[in-house]
Nanobody, 124 residues
Framework: QVQLVESGGGLVHAGGSLRLSCAVS????????WGWLRQAPGKEREFVAA????????YYSDSVKGRFTISRDNAKNTIYLQMNDLKPEDTAVYYC?????????????????WGQGTRVAVSS
């Protein structure tokens, strides 16, 4: 059974940084693509970042490009999202999930095995 457990969220001031972790069990992170998506209050879930199974390709939404970095640690079987220069509009619950297909996309429908999420709040 696949289980994803996110952690690392919290409350930070604008301009601050956080590193989110997604501990994976039941799947080997190097065998699948992975994504981080977020959902702000009253809004639909949106794509943030993705990494392919090879780890060679990474994708970001325009709103976080240059500020966020997705990575993985094969030995720890964990996916990370380093978030720098946080802005109030980054406030959301952040989820990691398994990509359904080799070609990762920005559609939340193309992800599965969602974690419970970790909350990030950025104050101005």
């Amino acid at each position: 059974q696949v289980q994803l457990v996110e952690s690392g969220g919290g409350l930070v001031h604008a301009g601050g940084s956080l590193r989110l972790s997604c501990a994976v069990s039941g799947r080997t992170v190097s065998s699948y693509g992975w994504g981080w998506l977020r959902q702000a209050p009253g809004k639909e879930r949106e794509f943030v970042a993705a990494i392919t199974a090879t780890g060679l390709d990474r994708y970001y939404s325009d709103s976080v490009k240059g500020r966020f970095t997705i990575s993985r640690d094969n030995a720890k079987n964990t996916i990370y999202l380093q978030m720098n220069d946080l802005k109030p509009e980054d406030t959301a619950v952040y989820y990691c999930a398994t990509a359904k297909y080799a070609l990762v996309t920005e559609s939340s429908a193309d992800y599965t095995n969602w974690g419970q999420g970790t909350r990030v709040a950025v104050s101005s």
